[in-house]
Structure formats: C-alpha cells, structure tokens
C-alpha cells in the first residue's frame, strides 16, 4: 500500500535515474557535478513544500544548489566538523518515522523496490542531506553571520528614514488590576490540623496506618493504604524527607507541615540510600466560604474606588500580585485585541476610568481598570527597537552572504550548461 506521503518523498529524493530518462550534466562546481535529474527532483521537492512557482524558475533553483554546494565545499576546506555518528543516527530516525507510515514491513519494502532504492540508500541520502546543511549552516555561524553587527545609530538612522511608512499603533490603554487568590483561611488551617491530630490519635490507640490511610487521606495514594513506594533524599519536599528519613522501619512520625498540607508517614523499608513510606495526608484547600470572604473584599474595594480611592493605592494594599502591586496595579499598555480574551469583553464594556465588574476564574479574583487612553499613533523607536534589529541583521546577513559567495566563486571552477 503506498503511501502519499512516501510518493511525494520518492519523487523529490529517488537517486536512481530510469531506463526511459536521458540524463546530463547541467552545472560542476570544482570536481563535482549536477545532473539533470537532480535539479529536478530539487524543483519536484520545492514544489511538494508548496514554494510558489514563481520561485521554481530552473536557472534559479539551479543556481542556488551551486551556491549550495560551493558552500559544503569550502567547508570543508576550512576543516569545519560535523558529527557523523549524530548525523547517521537522526537520519536512521527519519527513515524510521517514514517507515512508521506504513502498516508492515512488507508494504515498505514492497515500495522501496518498485522505486529501485534501498532502505540503506535512503538513510545514506538523509545523511548527506543533513551533513550539507549543518556544514552551511557552520560555515553561515562562523564566518558570515557572526561578522555581521547592527548600532543603536543604524537602527535609529533607519527608523527615522521610514517610520513614516510603518503600520500604525492603533488606541491603546493603560490597565491595571487588582488580583486576589482564594487561599484557605486560618480557619480552614486550624480545623485540617484538629482532623490530622484526631488520626493520629486514632493511630496511637492502635489502628491499622493502611485502612486510616485508605479512608482518610486527601492524596491519591489512599488507593494504595498510602504507599508512596520508594524514594531517595531530593525527590520529596524537604520537611517530608527530613521527616521520613529520621524514621526506623515500622516507625511512625508526629505530624509534618508543608505546602501540601499535614501529613503523618510511616516508614516501612529501607533500602540502601531509599527508604520506603507511606503517608496519610490532610490538604489545606480553600472552601466556599474562603471565597464567599475575598468575592466581598474585592466588592468592597471597587466601591470604595467608585467613591473615588486611588485604584492605584488600593492594588499597592490589597493587591496579590507583586509585579503589578508596586505600580498602583498596572500592567502593561493594551489595544482592544491585546487584552486577555477571557477578560476582554468585561474590560472593553466598562469605560476609561471606572472599574470593571469583579471577575473570577480558579481561584483567582480581578477587577480591571482602563486607566488612560493613548491616541492611535506611529510606533515609537522604542517600541520597534528589537524589531529593526531583527530586519537589519537579517538584511546585513544576506548582504555579506552575496559578498562572500561571490568571492567564492571567483576562486573556484563553475560551469553551468542548463
């Protein structure tokens, strides 16, 4: 069964020329050839990539796979490495997800044959392909592309030539937000402590650690009467590792605090360095009354902002956030399209300068504020500043790119004959 894929691939990469095709050579580069075939399965495989045709012009394709070789070959003038055994093996992987398009090793064969190639052929193919490309890519890194450097004065020099004809900034506002988390509160803290001292209690008095384990511990490994299997120093938290490693076999720890919650462990092997626990553990969530109480703080503090407190002093005091926090909540500039999706609609509703409506999602609770508005207006240098950097460092590259390919090709032997 032959596989779309695999004919789009045997098209542009078949090495073997048919009975039927009379083959020549089209161009040499120093002691090397290409022939006919090979610019067209290069044409063939271009346009498999959906390269528009415009670009498949033949003198072009033709003269870049010189420009191509030219580069392999003073590469390795230059003596740059590459590593052949990485090399081989990424093109054994390819070959092998190719392979894996089939369903049998038979139907792949099958297909290999009716093409006149083997699986050794192509896995060799992809390794020259690859190797090519990593000794331009080198040879691109070390002697092109790192002589290549962009000023601050080349960048405002082109900024000023042409941010007239830049897109233009559309309306844009100042936001700022006010975050609160639901955490749990003290109380829910004192009444996960009570329950964890009830069990362990219940554990002095002599019942089983797995079935209290199993009925009341808050972590999956109840499924398992709490074993967590083994585990060496550095793989738990450290107040449960410190706790569970002062252990004996068979021992029973009093009850450890960490992020998690409350636990109680119970050591039962110690192998070598790892040791064997299980645990029984108590979390300490947030309730529907945590947030019942932070859903009416945050309406209290968009009153007190539509009375007229600073919504900025207000985020700098309830504020969850620590970035935005010290800025009087704000966080960042925005246009219409730029603001959180799932907030957008919310914030574009309520005007510049009143506080939207308190918004929440898992577990954490907003109010927003479109605080200024900045007209519709050219990009600053600022703004733009790594942009250009990009473009003239890309543009600077090919340049030197052109130089040196062209000086390359005054030292070296060409002939084209298409």
């Known amino acids: 069964m032959k596989k779309i894929i695999w004919i789009a691939l045997l098209l542009c990469l078949v090495l073997n020329v048919s009975a039927e095709l009379v083959d020549k050579i089209v161009a040499r580069v120093g002691s090397e050839i290409i022939l006919l075939s090979e610019l067209e399965r ?3 495989q271009m346009r498999t990539a959906n390269i528009s045709e415009d670009l498949l012009e033949a003198s072009e394709v033709l003269q870049h796979m010189v420009d191509q070789k030219l580069m392999v070959q003073k590469a390795r003038e230059m003596d740059i490495k590459v590593d052949e055994d990485a090399i081989k093996k990424h093109a054994e992987r390819y070959v092998q997800q190719i392979r894996a398009q089939y369903p049998s090793e038979a139907d792949f064969q099958n297909d290999l044959a009716k093409m006149k190639f083997t699986q050794r052929d192509l ?8 190797t090519e490309n990593v000794l331009s890519e080198q040879l691109m890194d070390q002697y092109i592309s790192k002589e290549v450097t962009i000023s601050d004065a080349e960048m405002l020099s082109y900024y000023e030539a042409t941010k007239d004809s830049m897109a233009v900034k559309p309306v844009t506002w100042e936001l700022r937000m006010i975050l609160r988390e639901v955490k749990a509160s003290e109380e829910t803290g004192i009444a996960a402590r009570e329950t964890i001292d009830a069990i362990q209690a219940r554990l002095a008095a002599g019942e089983d650690f797995a079935e209290l384990a199993s009925s009341q511990s808050d972590c999956p490994s109840s499924q398992q009467g709490g074993d967590l299997g083994y585990f060496k120093r550095g793989m738990m938290v450290k107040p449960f590792e410190d706790a569970a490693f002062a252990l004996g076999i068979g021992e029973i ?4 605090e960490s992020q998690f919650g409350y636990h109680i462990i119970k050591v039962t092997d110690i192998r070598g360095e790892e040791v ?7 979390t300490v969530e ?6 019942e109480r932070e859903m009416a703080l945050m309406q209290s503090i968009r009153e007190r902002i539509l009375s007229g407190e600073s919504f900025a002093d207000l985020a700098a005091e309830y504020s969850t956030d620590p970035a935005s926090a010290k800025d009087g909540g704000l966080i960042g500039e925005f246009s219409e399209a730029e603001f959180p999706e799932l907030f957008a609609a919310p914030i574009m509703s309520s005007p510049v300068g009143i506080p939207t409506e308190v918004l929440k999602n898992e577990g954490l609770i907003y109010i927003f504020l479109r605080d200024k508005e900045i007209a519709s207006r050219v ?4 703004e733009v500043k790594e942009q250009l950097k990009g473009f003239l460092t890309q543009s600077k590259t090919l ?11 005054q030292d070296s032997f060409i002939e084209i004959s298409l």
């Open 42 to 44: 290069q044409i063939a």
């Open 123 to 130: 896995e060799h193919f992809f390794a020259e392909q690859i």
């Open 253 to 256: 720890s009093p009850v450890v």
């Open 276 to 282: 064997r626990a299980s645990h029984i553990l108590k």
């Open 286 to 291: 947030a309730g529907e009354a945590d947030e």
């Open 379 to 382: 990009y600053s240098f600022e």
């Open 399 to 409: 340049e030197a790119y052109d130089a040196w390919i062209e000086e390359a090709k």
